[in-house]
């Protein structure tokens, strides 16, 4: 089955940029997109179709998908980007979820 | 305003059934597919089945082919899942999500509040 792999966790500093990566074979190939979730709070989506935001998501998420990894960036982290992010992909006529990473602004 | 409302969990002994229900509000239902998305406590997000806007498409996670039914009544704005053979490993927050075009392959761009589902003796 597929599977798209995470880093569990990641930590930046406010103002500083986070990347999360998401790896899964030939991933670029397929369309990737990315969800928010913060404690006790249903998913957000904030990057569909590898790239675009829909409305509502701040410019400082951005998105990006090539060879076998997409990666979400967050440009100027702020304290309220402190949350779960999980990547998601269409494959073999089911979706998958990334494994989650964990996102610690300090 | 666009809304997902979740019911139909709670507690359950292995091997029993549950119908799960979400109402769908503030957009045009039967225009979109629509899924099933669980997350165990403490754990990631798991896609569980997902519908097309007509009902005539549907896809399970392996993990519930078998014992789980999606099903939806665009005249009543609702989404379904029957869960039938529960199982511990079952136990999960149930969320209803929808996909942003009508036959499923697409983001999940709103989500509902979710439903608890428990699986206990």
């Known amino acids: 089955s597929y599977e798209l792999t995470q880093p569990p966790s990641v930590s930046v500093s406010p103002g500083q940029t986070a990347s999360i990566t998401c790896s899964g074979d030939?991933?670029?190939?397929?369309?990737a997109c990315w969800y928010q979730q913060k404690p006790g709070q249903s998913p957000v989506l904030i990057i569909y179709?590898?790239?675009k935001r829909p409305s509502g998501i701040p410019e400082r998420f951005s998105g990006s998908n090539s060879g076998n990894t997409a990666t979400l960036t967050i440009s100027g982290t702020q304290a309220m980007d402190e949350a779960d992010y999980y990547c998601?992909?269409?494959?073999?006529?089911?979706?998958?979820f990334g494994t989650g990473t964990k996102v610690t602004v300090l | 305003e666009v809304q997902l409302v979740e019911s139909g969990g709670g507690l359950v002994q292995p091997g029993r059934s549950l119908r799960l229900s979400c109402a769908a509000s503030?957009?045009?239902?039967?225009?979109?597919?629509m899924h099933w998305v669980r997350q165990a406590p403490g754990k990631g997000l798991e896609w569980v089945s997902g519908?097309?806007?007509?009902?005539?498409?549907?896809g399970y996670a392996d993990s519930v082919k078998g014992r789980f039914t999606i099903s939806r009544d665009n005249g009543k704005n609702s989404l379904f899942l029957q869960v039938n053979s529960l199982r511990t490993e079952d136990t999960a927050l149930y969320y209803c999500?929808?996909?942003?075009?009508?036959?499923?392959?697409?983001?999940?761009?709103?989500w509902g509040q979710g439903t608890m589902v428990t699986v206990s003796s």
């Open positions: 999500a929808k996909d942003t075009t009508p036959t499923g392959e697409g983001a999940h761009d709103v």
């Open positions: 503030g957009f045009t239902f039967d225009d979109y597919a």
């Open positions: 519908i097309s806007w007509n009902g005539a498409v549907t």
């Open positions: 030939k991933l670029g190939a397929k369309y």
């Open positions: 179709q590898d790239n």
């Open positions: 998601q992909a269409w494959a073999s006529s089911t979706y998958v």
